[in-house]
Protein backbone atom coordinates (compact mmCIF):
# COMPACT_ATOMS: atom_id res chain seq x y z
CA UNK A 1 0.00 0.00 0.00
CA UNK A 2 1.29 3.55 -0.98
CA UNK A 3 -0.41 6.69 -0.73
CA UNK A 4 1.94 9.26 -2.79
CA UNK A 5 1.35 13.29 -2.45
CA UNK A 6 2.39 15.92 -4.90
CA UNK A 7 5.29 18.32 -4.26
CA UNK A 8 5.53 21.01 -1.97
CA UNK A 9 3.37 24.48 -2.58
CA UNK A 10 4.19 28.35 -2.59
CA UNK A 11 0.79 30.56 -2.88
CA UNK A 12 0.13 34.28 -2.52
CA UNK A 13 -2.45 35.13 0.68
CA UNK A 14 -5.53 34.79 -0.90
CA UNK A 15 -5.05 32.04 -3.73
CA UNK A 16 -6.08 28.35 -3.48
CA UNK A 17 -4.12 24.95 -4.18
CA UNK A 18 -4.81 21.88 -4.78
CA UNK A 19 -2.61 18.29 -3.73
CA UNK A 20 -3.16 15.24 -4.87
CA UNK A 21 -2.60 11.81 -2.94
CA UNK A 22 -2.57 8.77 -5.20
CA UNK A 23 -3.07 5.56 -3.58
CA UNK A 24 -1.97 2.23 -5.02
CA UNK A 25 -1.96 -1.23 -3.75
CA UNK A 26 -5.11 -1.86 -2.76
CA UNK A 27 -9.02 -1.39 -3.70
CA UNK A 28 -9.18 2.50 -4.01
CA UNK A 29 -12.88 3.05 -2.71
CA UNK A 30 -13.21 0.11 -0.26
CA UNK A 31 -11.78 3.35 2.53
CA UNK A 32 -12.05 5.87 3.30
CA UNK A 33 -9.25 8.81 3.05
CA UNK A 34 -8.88 11.72 5.85
CA UNK A 35 -6.65 14.88 5.35
CA UNK A 36 -5.42 16.16 8.03
CA UNK A 37 -2.34 18.95 8.39
CA UNK A 38 -0.09 20.20 10.92
CA UNK A 39 1.11 23.89 11.05
CA UNK A 40 4.76 24.92 12.76
CA UNK A 41 5.01 24.16 15.97
CA UNK A 42 1.30 22.92 15.94
CA UNK A 43 -0.66 19.40 16.80
CA UNK A 44 -2.21 17.26 13.49
CA UNK A 45 -5.70 19.38 12.68
CA UNK A 46 -8.17 16.75 11.04
CA UNK A 47 -9.19 18.26 7.98
CA UNK A 48 -12.47 15.82 6.88
CA UNK A 49 -12.74 12.65 4.92
CA UNK A 50 -13.70 11.40 1.96
CA UNK A 51 -15.55 8.31 0.96
CA UNK A 52 -13.85 7.58 -2.55
CA UNK A 53 -16.77 4.71 -3.22
CA UNK A 54 -20.18 7.06 -3.20
CA UNK A 55 -17.84 10.59 -3.02
CA UNK A 56 -19.41 10.77 1.07
CA UNK A 57 -17.62 13.82 2.41
CA UNK A 58 -17.32 15.59 5.96
CA UNK A 59 -15.30 18.72 6.36
CA UNK A 60 -14.13 19.99 9.45
CA UNK A 61 -16.62 22.90 10.40
CA UNK A 62 -13.52 25.39 11.00
CA UNK A 63 -12.78 24.93 7.41
CA UNK A 64 -16.13 24.58 5.94
CA UNK A 65 -16.54 26.43 2.72
CA UNK A 66 -12.84 26.72 1.83
CA UNK A 67 -11.79 23.54 1.39
CA UNK A 68 -13.16 20.67 -1.22
CA UNK A 69 -12.26 17.30 -1.22
CA UNK A 70 -12.47 15.21 -4.24
CA UNK A 71 -11.69 11.08 -5.82
CA UNK A 72 -11.03 10.23 -9.36
CA UNK A 73 -11.54 6.36 -8.85
CA UNK A 74 -9.93 6.28 -12.30
CA UNK A 75 -6.71 6.94 -11.01
CA UNK A 76 -7.26 6.30 -7.87
CA UNK A 77 -6.45 9.80 -6.56
CA UNK A 78 -7.58 12.09 -3.44
CA UNK A 79 -7.71 15.88 -3.99
CA UNK A 80 -7.89 18.78 -1.51
CA UNK A 81 -8.54 21.87 -2.75
CA UNK A 82 -8.12 24.70 -0.27
CA UNK A 83 -9.49 28.45 -1.05
CA UNK A 84 -8.60 32.00 0.04
CA UNK A 85 -5.84 30.66 1.62
CA UNK A 86 -3.97 32.69 4.30
CA UNK A 87 -0.93 32.53 6.40
CA UNK A 88 -2.29 30.33 9.05
CA UNK A 89 -2.43 27.50 6.33
CA UNK A 90 0.60 27.06 5.82
CA UNK A 91 1.57 23.64 6.93
CA UNK A 92 2.32 19.89 5.90
CA UNK A 93 -0.59 18.45 4.65
CA UNK A 94 -0.87 14.68 4.56
CA UNK A 95 -3.65 11.97 3.34
CA UNK A 96 -4.61 8.99 4.90
CA UNK A 97 -6.04 5.68 4.71
CA UNK A 98 -8.44 4.79 7.34
CA UNK A 99 -9.22 1.38 8.76
CA UNK A 100 -11.96 1.59 11.49
CA UNK A 101 -11.10 4.36 13.70
CA UNK A 102 -7.34 4.70 12.77
CA UNK A 103 -5.15 5.67 10.13
CA UNK A 104 -3.21 2.58 8.87
CA UNK A 105 -1.38 4.26 6.01
CA UNK A 106 -0.01 8.04 5.07
CA UNK A 107 0.97 9.74 2.52
CA UNK A 108 4.56 11.45 2.55
CA UNK A 109 2.90 14.91 3.40
CA UNK A 110 2.99 17.63 1.40
CA UNK A 111 4.28 21.60 2.53
CA UNK A 112 2.32 24.39 1.71
CA UNK A 113 3.73 27.32 2.47
CA UNK A 114 1.86 30.84 2.06
CA UNK A 115 3.62 34.03 1.89
CA UNK A 116 3.62 37.46 0.31
Known amino acids: VQLVQSGAELRNPGASVKVSCKASGYTFTKYYIDWVRQAPGQGLEWMGR????????KYAQKLQGRVTFTADTSTSTAYVELSSLRSEDTAVYYC??????????WGQGTQVTVSS
Open 96 to 105: ARVVVVEFDY
Open 50 to 57: IDPEDGGI
